[in-house]
């Protein structure tokens, strides 16, 4: 996508100012903490006795399985796929789920835990922009450097901590009930980095950056190149030694001195037999062909001599002539973590020595590994389902230790998998039941959860939105172009990502991110030149009215529904929405050349990557499930009734601002 | 990190009952989305550069 950059994350600095501020500041609390602990639990069992007072439950279970879809889940259940599923419904409730305007999971997640609309929590996609350069940023959370930092000669010495913001708003339903004495265990449930501080437990998931800044980059090693290449995952030279090899893990910048130069770690592989031994500084590990290694710490040394930690999985996916080693993103080390990755901060340490460490970066399973070529679909999977075991085990221990209160897990796997393998679905290759049998893999764990439902927990089941084949890629940019609203300087028709050579001046539409796009209004937009008010509104007719009547070249219609932002809800966060979100009809989304900001050629185009399936499209389309032990009324559930539910059953009025209704 | 901000009480409830109206979940939401938009105007935006660097890796874009 881009060359590589000096890391700007805050990992080297947030570490040493870890190691001796927060040290002795973490000394002094521990202290009055102990000395205070009797009073705290006297405070708490009086709380405890005062809210548990109304409720009509002890315990909630909220299973979240990301993009597990409607018609699927319908479909294996009549075919008896689904065992426990369809216990599960019979016992208590089956429905489909209204999901969010788009359909994506950090708007959807977003919404259950605030049991309100997008406008009202200020996620509206995976991306937002800026105002004043149009460029792409992360929507749900900010990382930025340290604001105070002394220079000494060479040295960058940072005296304050970095800059890390949430940018989802509301407030989750976890964080009401804890004030009042009930606490939670959420676990991996989306746009929860950074984590707040609530009364309860959380580990952090979607957003939460690789020890390099990224939202998750790999690396490969091969004797196939002499030069390092960067593109999604990057690529370095693996030398060969003699009968080994030898290479270097490049790790973040160095931000605690001049120039910010990249921390690196040298590595050997000493063949032994059709085996190698990783040797990365005094660690050894073996690596054999097509097995991944467990997580190997890698310690990154900065120039003021801290440490600043990372872990990383191997995989020899070569071996003769050439040989390669995949090696997973550098996540956050969850038992030295260089930022804060779960509530309390020692959570993450804590799973990590009851369990062994695991996977933290936001979106754990490398896709773009897969799409890239680097690691095959068995590899894809192995590493999908290493990761699911991984939250699973937290999963039950969280189960296992709560006698009252919230345990909220959302798993990954079930979207990943459909994301990749969809193309898969129906064919006649080997890979054709891997999504059956995730399915089914997902109903096992569900059978696994019912063991921890007694009479006084309510149980849920849900998922965010459902799926669709991903066949054709509508780039909305070059729609815009060839009707006249985005225009290009000295006349051009195409341009490289981020707007490159757009002349902000004359256009008056562009698009960015999956869900919709953006007029370029003035006063907002700094280069704006369409008024608000009437003209702002009849332009908005004009196109989506256009837009609709796009057609594919075998006459198909690509866009099912150009909804005006502005007519879906009603919130303060509403000036940060898309003006329009585009309802792509299956087997359809935006391009993704579009979603970066490119402008290509051709309107439409095949989907040629492993990533065949999706979700961004008319929302109508893609409801996700709900399953519950208890009997649901409601005909036509939405995501947002989870968190006034879960606030009802514990005898607590959700607040005037949530948008959703109670289900039971 | 959190410091609070003095408000006179007339202005703290007209505050509070306008973010109610608005579908605020409390009148602090509505004060920092206030100031925030304000200072953004008026803030540098980060370089290109760092902007698109921490989006690698994100699996629905290239």
């Given at each position: 996508?881009?060359?590589?950059?000096?890391?700007?994350?805050?990992?080297?600095?947030?570490?040493?100012?870890?190691?001796?501020?927060?040290?002795?500041?973490?000394?002094?609390?521990?202290?009055?903490?102990?000395?205070?602990?009797?009073?705290?639990?006297?405070?708490?069992?009086?709380?405890?006795?005062?809210?548990?007072?109304?409720?009509?439950?002890?315990?909630?279970?909220?299973?979240?399985?990301?993009?597990?879809?409607?018609?699927?889940?319908?479909?294996?259940?009549?075919?008896?796929?689904?065992?426990?599923?369809?216990?599960?419904?019979?016992?208590?409730?089956?429905?489909?789920?209204?999901?969010?305007?788009?359909?994506?999971?950090?708007?959807?997640?977003?919404?259950?835990?605030?049991?309100?609309?997008?406008?009202?929590?200020?996620?509206?996609?995976?991306?937002?922009?800026?105002?004043?350069?149009?460029?792409?940023?992360?929507?749900?959370?900010?990382?930025?450097?340290?604001?105070?930092?002394?220079?000494?000669?060479?040295?960058?010495?940072?005296l304050s901590r970095p800059v890390l913001e949430l940018r989802r708003k509301s407030q989750p339903f976890w964080t009401i009930l804890g004030k009042l004495g009930i606490g939670s265990t959420i676990l991996r449930v989306p746009i929860t980095f950074p984590p707040e501080k609530f009364d309860g437990k959380m580990l952090s998931a979607m957003a939460t950056p690789d020890l390099k800044g990224t939202q998750g980059s790999f690396s490969l090693f091969t004797t196939r190149i002499e030069k390092a290449s960067y593109e999604n995952g990057s690529r370095y030279p693996l030398r060969r030694a003699a009968e080994d090899f030898e290479g270097e893990i490049e790790g973040p910048a160095d931000m605690c001195v001049e120039g910010s130069p990249i921390l690196r770690i040298p590595f050997r592989m000493l063949r032994r037999g059709s085996a190698f031994e990783l040797r990365i500084e005094g660690s050894q590990c073996k690596l054999e062909p097509g097995v991944y290694t467990s997580w190997q710490h890698l310690n990154f040394r900065t120039a003021i001599g801290v440490k600043v930690s990372g872990t990383a999985r191997f995989l020899l996916t070569e071996t003769e002539p050439e040989c390669s080693v995949y090696m997973s993103p550098i996540n956050i080390d969850p038992e030295h973590p260089a930022l804060p990755i779960s509530h309390p901060p020692y959570y993450a340490k804590y799973l990590a020595n009851l369990l062994g460490s695991f996977a933290t970066v936001g979106m754990a399973e490398d896709t773009w590994a897969l799409n890239e070529g680097v690691i095959d679909e068995d590899a894809f999977l192995d590493q999908a389902y290493s990761i699911f075991e991984e939250r699973e085990a937290m999963f039950l221990d969280a189960l296992e230790s709560t006698r009252r209160g919230v345990v909220a897990c959302v798993f990954d796997t079930s979207d990943r998998i459909q994301h990749m393998f969809y193309?898969?679905?129906?064919?006649?290759?080997?890979?054709?039941?891997?999504?059956?049998?995730?399915?089914?893999?997902?109903?096992?764990?569900?059978?696994?959860?019912?063991?921890?439902?007694?009479?006084?927990?309510?149980?849920f089941v849900l998922s965010d939105h459902g799926f669709c084949a991903f066949r054709r890629g509508v780039n909305i940019n070059s729609w815009l172009r060839d009707n006249g609203y985005l225009y290009l300087q000295n006349g051009g028709r195409e341009s490289a990502s981020f707007f490159e050579g757009v002349d902000w001046s004359r256009t008056r539409a562009y698009a960015l991110g999956l869900s919709g796009f953006y007029l370029n209004i003035q006063d907002r937009e700094a280069r704006g030149v369409v008024r608000s008010g009437r003209e702002a509104e009849e332009l908005k007719h004009e196109i989506a009215a256009k837009l609709s009547a796009l057609r594919d070249a075998d006459g198909a219609t690509p866009i099912r529904t150009v909804y005006e932002t502005a007519s879906l809800y009603r919130g303060p966060y509403l000036e940060a929405a898309p003006d329009f979100i585009v309802g792509y009809n299956e087997g359809y989304r935006c391009s993704w050349e579009s979603a970066v900001g490119k402008i290509t050629a051709e309107v439409l185009a095949d989907n040629p990557k492993a990533w065949s399936g999706d979700h961004c499209v008319d929302p109508v389309l893609v409801p996700g499930v709900l399953f519950s032990n208890r009997k649901i009324d409601a005909a036509d559930p939405g995501i947002e009734d989870l968190a006034p539910t879960a606030l009802n059953l514990f005898g607590v009025e959700p607040p005037a601002w949530m948008e959703g209704k109670a289900l039971l | 990190m959190t410091t609070s901000i003095k408000l006179k009480n007339d202005l703290l409830k007209r505050v509070a009952k306008v973010a109610a109206a608005e579908g605020y979940s409390s009148a602090e939401e509505f004060v920092e989305h206030v100031l925030e938009r304000e200072i953004a105007k008026l803030e540098d935006a980060q370089s290109d550069e760092e902007i698109a660097r921490k989006l690698k890796g994100l699996g629905y874009i290239d």
């Open positions: 996508m881009v060359p590589h950059f000096a890391y700007i994350g805050p990992g080297a600095g947030f570490a040493f100012f870890g190691s001796f501020l927060t040290l002795a500041a973490g000394l002094c609390m521990s202290i009055f903490s102990i000395l205070a602990w009797p009073f705290r639990m006297a405070r708490r069992a009086l709380l405890n006795r005062r809210s548990f007072r109304k409720a009509r439950v002890k315990k909630i279970i909220f299973l979240g399985l990301d993009g597990l879809d409607s018609r699927l889940t319908e479909r294996m259940m009549a075919e008896g796929k689904l065992p426990n599923l369809a216990s599960l419904a019979a016992e208590g409730s089956y429905r489909r789920l209204r999901t969010t305007f788009p359909a994506l999971s950090p708007v959807a997640w977003s919404t259950f835990a605030t049991g309100v609309s997008p406008a009202r929590h200020n996620i509206f996609d995976f991306l937002d922009r800026s105002l004043k350069t149009y460029q792409p940023r992360l929507s749900s959370a900010r990382v930025g450097r340290p604001k105070r930092v002394l220079r000494l000669g060479r040295f960058r010495i940072p193309r898969h679905m129906g064919a006649s290759d080997r890979h054709a039941n891997v999504i059956e049998e995730m399915y089914r893999r997902m109903d096992a764990l569900v059978a696994k959860a019912r063991t921890f439902v007694d009479s006084g927990t309510a149980l | -």
